[in-house]
């Protein structure tokens, strides 16, 4: 540092006089005359501590952040498998779906969550996300409205899941699988004495007409996720189109 007569900071672990540490940050530099010749080194020190305490437990929120999503992925994925697994005796049936369900998940947690934020995801980008690729006809057929809201980590698996179960199921059977057919999808954040939550109505219209399924694994399965939230979903096989209520807290 003072052969290449540069300016340099390090940091070093000091003591003050009563025994305890700080983290000290020196500053060393030249000061050099007109022609460029050294005449003197300047010396500076800051005590960093708070500054570098403040960044470890930023650090450590982040890595808590990191596991508690991890552990949801996890959880969200057990119930998958398990699940679908009662629902589905042929092994290539269940692999399809069980793959078809996490790829859903993956998509969305590494396409949509912005990392290092504390913004959250919004509703409408999620669902836009989910729902659009599955829309033959473009955006023509689908309507979302409502307010800008954030969603916290752990409701993005649960949310997913059940946009995307609504969605291949509407696709395959209902009002997606036709050119006339329409889906809307509303939501609104509600004020009430536990909290604040959002609430989304699901509906579709000029579709074929609607045949309760036998086996309703898919609705099973979010109905799970949806409840390990503390929030609740219903589903309405209308004969016109299926309308489907949730409820999330925020």
């Known amino acids: 540092m003072i052969a290449s007569a540069e300016v340099d900071t390090v940091e070093i672990l000091n003591y003050r006089k ?21 005449m003197y080194y300047f010396g500076s020190q800051l005590d960093v501590t708070a500054k570098r305490e403040m960044e470890k437990q930023a650090r450590q929120l982040a890595d808590d952040e990191l596991l508690h999503r991890l552990r949801n992925i996890v959880n969200v994925m057990n119930v998958i498998v398990r699940m679908t697994g009662r629902e ?16 859903a998940l993956s998509d969305v947690h590494f396409n949509t969550i912005r990392p290092n934020t504390d913004e959250g995801t919004e509703f409408e980008a999620l669902a836009r ?8 006809g473009g955006l023509v057929q689908l309507n979302l409205s409502g307010p800008a809201v954030a969603l916290p980590a752990g409701l993005i698996s649960p949310i997913t899941l059940g946009l995307h179960e609504l969605a291949t199921n509407s696709v395959k059977h209902g009002a997606l699988s036709v050119a006339e057919g329409r889906v809307e999808l509303r939501w609104v954040v509600q004020d009430r004495e536990e909290g604040r939550s959002i609430a989304f109505h699901w509906e579709e219209t ?19 996720l949806t409840t390990s939230t503390g929030g609740d979903m219903a589903f309405d096989w209308r004969e016109s189109g299926l ?3 949730a409820d999330f807290p925020l």
């Open 88 to 103: 589905e005796n042929d092994t290539a049936a269940l692999a399809t779906k069980i793959g078809e369900r996490l790829t």
């Open 129 to 136: 996300t989910i729902v659009a690729p599955y829309a033959p």
């Open 18 to 38: 009563d025994g305890t540490s700080f983290v000290n940050a020196l500053q060393i530099g030249p000061i050099l005359d007109d022609d460029g010749a050294l």
């Open 243 to 245: 309308i489907v209520k």
């Open 206 to 224: 000029n579709g074929p007409p609607v045949v309760v399924p036998a086996r309703q694994s898919g609705s099973r399965i979010i109905k799970t």
